[in-house]
């Protein structure tokens, strides 16, 4: 069935530097791809997302680009800032079923220290 | 925009009670999830609704567990006979058609 491998965490990085965080998927057809984002106490937030291959998705310096070839939808920031310590969800949409609810990975924790 | 609103934020209950939690999607959207939560895991689809139809119901969803979307607004999760393995958070999403899901705050249940 449908599923997604994510970068396992804690990440840990100094502020300014550069992040990735990786993540692939599986799947027959052409899921669309989200990065949603929880900050410590919060809701799900939608990051980003790519809705057909090829896209780039970005949203607050973050960008992330859909790779058909490598069903992959990795992660990128060139200068992390303490804010975004976070933990941070790559999500496919399923293509099963009601081809539209979430397949979500188990998370990777960013934290950015000063 | 209200966004998604679910109550309560937080639910403790003593094992085999039943409770009842509330989604409230944004107005527009005829798409409504439930998803669940625990500690250190991504969320887990449990079923949606477009409109007042349930289209899709995950394994995860026991004969315990009813939803319902009565007139394709709000949205009620029912769990009978808690257990404590259903400690978790519950999350609400809503969405229009198939495009981004905008998540709820969640409900977080603790069964002891």
């Known amino acids: 069935g449908d599923s997604v491998t994510q970068m396992e965490g804690p990440v840990t990085l100094s502020e300014e530097a550069f992040l990735t965080i990786n993540c692939t998927y599986t799947a027959t057809g052409y899921p669309s791809l989200f990065w949603y984002v929880q900050y410590p106490g919060e809701g799900l937030q939608l990051l980003l997302k790519a809705t057909k291959a090829d896209d780039k998705g970005s949203n607050k310096g973050f960008e992330a680009t859909y790779r058909k070839e490598t069903t992959s939808f990795h992660l990128e920031k060139g200068s992390v800032q303490v804010s975004d310590s976070a933990v941070y969800f790559c999500?496919?949409?399923?293509?099963?079923?009601?081809?539209?609810?979430?397949?979500f990975g188990k998370g990777t924790k960013l934290s950015v220290k000063p | 925009d209200t966004g998604v609103s679910q109550d309560p934020r937080h639910k403790i209950t003593k094992r085999g009670q039943n409770v009842t939690f509330r989604c409230d999607p944004i107005?527009?959207?005829?798409?409504l999830y439930w998803y669940r939560q625990t500690l250190g895991q991504g969320p887990e689809f449990l079923t949606y609704?477009?409109?007042?139809?349930?289209?899709?119901k995950s394994r995860l969803l026991s004969d315990r567990f009813s939803a319902e979307r009565p007139k394709g607004s709000f949205s009620t999760l029912e769990i009978q006979r808690t257990e404590q393995g259903d400690s978790a958070m519950y999350l609400c999403?809503?969405?229009?058609?198939?495009?981004?899901?905008?998540f709820g705050p969640g409900t977080r249940l603790t069964v002891t």
């Open positions: 107005s527009e959207h005829n798409r």
């Open positions: 999500a496919p949409t399923s293509l099963g079923g009601s081809q539209g609810n979430l397949i």
């Open positions: 609704f477009q409109n007042e139809a349930q289209l899709e």
């Open positions: 999403a809503s969405s229009l058609q198939a495009y981004e899901q905008y």
